[in-house]
């Protein structure tokens, strides 16, 4: 089993940058791809970025691509979230969680939930 814990999140102006973090406890957090999602007020919970369980490949949403960085040290247990060029569209809560397999898009297919950290870009 694998607990997660987010951090990171705030209130930034549009064009600023936040980096989200995910903690995690247990020994195989490096045997797990790992996601990030993201769930506006009202909204349904919406796929942000996936990396494989030793980093080396990623996927991103198109409403992300080219602006948010996944990565992560499993030395550290952790995986991260760069988020620049930050559009008030991406105001919500953001989770972390572990996958199944990767990649994989559906919230359904992922386990171990953090708690969410919110992010509000104003304009």
């Known amino acids: 089993q694998v607990q997660l814990v987010e951090s990171g999140g705030g209130l930034v102006q549009a064009g600023g940058s936040l980096r989200l973090s995910c903690a995690a406890s247990g020994r195989t957090f490096s045997k797990f791809p790992m996601g990030w999602f993201r769930q506006a007020p009202g909204k349904e919970r919406d796929f942000v970025a996936t990396?494989?369980?030793?980093?080396?490949?990623?996927y991103y949403a198109d409403s992300v691509k080219g602006r948010f960085t996944i990565s992560r040290d499993n030395a550290k247990n952790t995986v991260y979230l760069q988020m620049n060029s930050l559009k008030p569209e991406d105001t919500a809560v953001y989770y972390c969680a572990a996958a199944l397999m990767y990649p994989e898009l559906s919230p359904r297919n992922y386990q171990n939930w953090g708690q969410g950290t919110q992010v509000t870009v104003s304009s």
């Open positions: 990396i494989s369980s030793r980093g080396g490949r990623t």
